[in-house]
Nanobody
């Protein structure tokens, strides 16, 4: 059975940092393109960052230079390092795996507020 379990969401002040993690199980993690998406209240889910099985990365313009996606295939874990957080980064963050199939996690909440 496939599982994607996100963690690391929290309340953080503007300008602060967080690291999100997503632990995968039930599929061959190293084969999959992995991404982070986010969804703020009342808005559509949007792409944040993605990383290929070979480590190539892609970012939404809104997070370039502030966020960094990485993966550890030995631990079946995806990460998102978020720095210089802004109020507009507040959202539920979801882990996504895509290859032959597409899988989603349940999300972790990031709140940015002073």
């Amino acid at each position: 059975q496939v599982h994607l379990v996100e963690s690391g969401g929290a309340l953080v002040q503007p300008g602060g940092s967080l690291r999100l993690s997503c632990v995968a199980s039930g599929f061959t993690f190293s084969n999959y393109y992995m991404s982070w998406y986010r969804q703020a209240p009342g808005k559509e889910r949007e792409f944040v960052a993605g990383i290929s099985n070979l480590g190539g990365t892609n970012y939404a313009d809104s997070v370039k230079g502030r966020f960094a996606i990485s993966r550890d295939n030995s631990k079946n874990t995806l990460y998102l390092q978020m720095n210089s957080l802004k109020s507009e980064d507040a959202a539920d963050y979801f882990c996504n795996a895509k290859f032959w199939s597409t899988y989603w996690g349940q999300g972790t909440q990031v709140t940015v507020s002073s």
